[in-house]
């Protein structure tokens, strides 16, 4: 038979033990956090360094231009839903291409395709987009511009204008600034995108990805008749 | 610093090739250790599937990919697994293998789906003119596309919650 003092001694050694081993489990998951979080943390560091090992050419600020964006910025485009942007003006893009010759976008009826240099999409499309400008092209009154955005020097197809004379586009260019302010104000989020604009400034069409070539003379088209 | 992440979650995947490795050979010859199958398993799963959400997020959200109609569904096969085994790693339910499967098979199956259309780009597969499934946004060491870390995420996760369950 147990005596209360004994019954005592046993339920706080067990509740010792209970605790030692709460305690015990508390540090192997502290531990194992820390591995996990040093692992990563060693994975960051390894892709900085190796990513980081460019050579001498030029960086993003050598060849991302200024931008000025006269107007609202647009609403981003919804998916599946009808545009909210459709009929509202254009944001104007006052910059430059890449040689400096000055370059607007926004302000008459033009056919606008928003590109970055190291995208896949847009490496795909490029080709189909020279060959449709050098088989058809848009009406004469429709101007073809492509933005140059989201600069990254550290990415493939880097410098842009390499880019797009290795594919043969020798049509005009507005070369977006550092922050990517042209592909902001007109509510993107995504390359290649695409914007039709009417001959008064306002919005026909906006599309995130690639588009059907079939499509490039519907668009321009729509941008005349608009 | 998009560059950054990408090569980041290559490195990662890498990683969890290793882990899907070793616990596959524990596994097989019935041999998962105590602490494998206690503390590390369920945790590892479940972090495993936050990198895959969080970078597919990152990835579309931030640098702007546009994801294809297989990239979808095998987000929607990802996405819950953070949440079932999240909750299954509170609750200590070693059973979640039976839930977490039939997700794995199904994403599995839909990123090999993915990886063959883009190793024969004429095939074309369901996806959209805007955003084609033949399009490879991200290739790390020549190997590493979106659908092949997708997949290897899938089997590592597979395996994890298989080693979890009760000897």
Not at chain 1, 45 to 72: F, N, P
Not at chain 2, 6 to 13: I, K, Y
Request: charged fraction near 20%; proline fraction near 7%; hydrophobic fraction near 50%.
């Amino acid at each position: 038979m147990t005596t209360p003092t004994k019954n005592a001694r046993t339920e706080a050694r067990r509740k010792e033990r209970e605790e030692q081993r709460r305690a015990d489990v508390k540090r192997q998951r502290l531990i194992y956090g820390g591995v996990g979080a040093a692992v990563v943390l060693l994975a960051v560091v390894i892709a900085v360094l190796s990513v980081g090992e460019t050579d001498d050419r030029v960086g993003v600020s050598e060849v991302a231009g200024d931008v000025e964006v006269d107007g609202d910025t647009l609403p981003p485009i919804p998916d599946g839903a009808a545009d909210p942007a459709v009929g509202q003006p254009a944001p104007v893009l006052s910059g430059a291409d890449f040689d400096g010759t000055p370059m607007t976008v926004g302000d008459g009826a033009q056919l606008v395709s928003f590109v970055a240099s190291w995208c896949p999409a847009c490496d795909a499309e490029l080709p189909l987009v020279v060959d449709w400008l050098t088989t058809s092209g848009p009406p004469e009154d429709v101007q073809f511009v492509m933005v140059s955005t989201n600069h990254d020097d550290s990415r493939q197809n880097w410098p842009p204008q390499d880019w797009f004379a290795a594919a043969g586009y020798t049509g005009d260019v507005l070369v977006d600034d550092v922050a990517s302010s042209a592909f902001r104000a007109y509510g993107l989020t995504a390359t290649p995108s695409w914007v039709v604009i009417s001959d008064e400034g306002e919005v026909l069409f906006r599309a995130s990805g690639m588009i059907d070539p079939a499509q490039f003379d519907t668009l321009a088209e729509l941008a005349a008749s608009g | 610093m998009i560059a950054v992440a990408e090569r980041t979650f290559g490195l990662l995947a890498l990683l969890a090739i290793l882990i899907a490795v070793v616990t596959t050979v524990a596994l097989v010859r019935r041999r998962v250790p105590d602490w494998l199958r206690d503390d590390v398993a369920l945790p590892l799963a479940t972090a495993i599937a936050a990198t895959a959400t969080g970078g597919s997020l990152l990835l579309s959200e931030v640098a702007g990919y546009l994801p294809c109609t297989l990239c979808w569904y095998q987000r929607i096969a990802m996405y819950p697994l953070v949440i079932v085994l999240g909750v299954a790693v509170a609750r200590g339910d070693r059973d979640v293998w039976r839930t977490v499967l039939p997700l794995t098979t199904i994403g599995s199956a839909v990123a090999l789906w993915h990886i063959a259309i883009e190793n024969n780009p004429a095939w074309g597969g369901p996806c959209e003119d805007a955003a084609p499934c033949t399009i490879i946004w991200v290739e790390e060491f020549g190997f590493l596309t979106l659908p092949t870390m997708a997949l290897v995420a899938f089997v590592a996760i597979s395996v994890l919650s298989l080693a979890a369950r009760r000897p």
